[in-house]
């Protein structure tokens, strides 16, 4: 093999290499600095490459990253790994291939532009998937980006964060000053974010509110036939102590109490006896049961109820997004808040973390802040655990509002509106998480409209590639 195709080789593999390991890290969580420069060798692997060796290089690095990075889910479920790595692998091959295809034909500080328009157009395409889109969102470990994201939403920080990914690539390639500066102003626009982000103070009505984590990790079959008793009267125990801190609320996890509860009056009596025990409102993660079976499992709905301090039922929310791979599971039929004496909020409800249009409906009907019930124990000991509850920084940030997260296992903490984490418990043990939050009347931009300012960016850029493709 001639000198110069077998350097040109090596630093392909190189390349290959240094995508994988680097999308690998960042995924890990323990990383996530690495954000700022994971699809740089992907984009430096195909630029101006014939498009069949693109095609040929792009394959082995899409599918292996991602393949590699979910083997969490295969914890959850084998259908979902199989399934959830094949589209995320099919989107980073077409994100490549755009590059490479259009970067051959515009010219300018305009390519610069290339990747993250791309990177976005897919973001929306592949939303009518069977999983969304959601896990192509790498603003998820980059939150902290108040007040822009309080614009943009969390797709239009990914935009930014691929824009700097291309800015590197082409400044490696083609040692372009301009496009440098370009970066270097973005990255001082986003670096200012954080830092306003990580230092402001939260202002509003101050509520106390007490976390109960009850780190239950036996199967749903135990927990189901134990939950009118140990795990009732746990939980119970712990919204008793829990009041000696006098907090207005008082939160458990999603199917904490595993069983009907609505159509069980001693139940109903019960929960309301201890909100006036502990003068507290309650909010109580359980289910309601169906006639009928998906294969063994029983339908049900994911549910939380909601008590006043004085003993009333205030009222039931059905999750309207649960996780498309428990077909089990029945959405419910609106994205109902709560009005109460302690403030208005609304509740999601495990998959809905990671579902922006939940949070953002909540914020819209005036939420003053938002409750987050999960229980994420099938993903126990892995890095799904941590990378899911990531989610809830961001539906904080975006909506500029608290959110409070209580779980079984991990990871219970408190968010404030600026996507920052003021408080959280060690995962696999039980605890109660108590602080002071504020409620705000803020709907931002973002909530109210949406993606409106990226999509009329994209609609320009796209107009302008347009112009340079057709000539």
Request: glycine content about 6%.
């Amino acid at each position: 093999m001639p000198k110069r195709l077998q350097r040109g080789f090596c630093e392909e593999l190189l390349l290959i290499l240094l995508f994988v390991l680097l999308f690998v890290l960042t995924s890990s969580y323990k990383f996530d600095f690495l954000i700022w420069f994971v699809n740089v060798p992907l984009l430096l692997l195909v630029y101006h490459k014939p498009i069949k060796r693109a095609i040929l290089l792009l394959l082995a690095p899409s599918i292996l990253a991602v393949a590699i990075s979910f083997t969490w889910v295969a914890e959850y479920n084998w259908h979902a790994y199989v399934l959830s790595s094949a589209i995320f692998s099919s989107f980073l091959f077409l994100f490549a291939v755009i590059f490479n295809v259009a970067s051959k034909k515009v010219k300018g500080c305009l390519r610069i532009f290339i990747a993250p328009f791309a990177y976005s157009l897919l973001i929306v395409i592949y939303s009518f998937s069977p999983i969304n889109s959601y896990w192509a969102d790498w603003s998820m470990f980059q939150n902290m980006m108040a007040p822009l994201i309080w614009l943009v939403g969390s797709n239009g920080i990914t935009f930014l964060i691929i824009l700097i990914h291309s800015v590197i690539a082409f400044y490696i390639m083609e040692k372009d000053k301009k496009m440098l500066i370009t970066g270097c102003m973005v990255v001082l626009f986003l670096l200012g974010s954080y830092v306003y982000s990580f230092n402001a103070d939260p202002e509003g009505q101050r509520i106390k509110v007490a976390l109960l984590q009850g780190n239950f990790n036996q199967d749903w079959g135990w927990r189901h036939a134990n939950s009118r008793g140990i795990i009732f009267d746990t939980y119970e125990n712990m919204s008793v102590e829990a009041s000696k801190s006098k907090p207005g609320l008082i939160v458990w996890p999603e199917y904490a109490i595993a069983d009907e509860i609505l159509n069980n009056t001693d139940l109903m009596k019960r929960l309301s006896n201890l909100a006036r025990k502990t003068n507290a409102h309650l909010v109580i993660g359980t289910v309601r049961f169906y006639d009928g079976f998906y294969g063994y499992e029983r339908l049900r709905n994911d549910v939380s109820l909601v008590f006043a301090s004085d003993g009333k039922f205030i009222g039931e929310y059905s999750s309207v997004k649960p996780i498309p791979f428990e077909k089990w599971v029945l959405p419910g039929n609106n994205t109902n808040i709560f009005y109460t004496d302690i403030g208005n909020f609304g509740v999601s409800l495990c998959y809905e973390e990671t579902q922006k249009s939940v949070s953002k409906s909540f914020s819209s009907k005036k939420a003053q802040f938002l409750v987050s019930l999960a229980n994420n124990q099938v993903l126990d000991e892995t890095a799904g655990m941590y990378l899911t509850n990531l989610y809830t920084n961001l539906r904080a940030a975006e909506n500029g509002k608290y959110l409070i997260r209580a779980t079984n296992t991990g990871i219970t903490k408190i968010v404030n509106p600026y996507g920052k984490v003021e408080a959280q418990l060690p995962p696999y043990a039980r605890g109660i998480l108590i602080r002071d939050i504020y409620l705000n009347n803020r709907i931002t931009f973002y909530a109210k409209y949406g993606d409106i300012i990226l999509n009329i960016f994209l609609f320009i850029l796209g107009v302008l590639f347009l112009k340079k493709l057709l000539h």
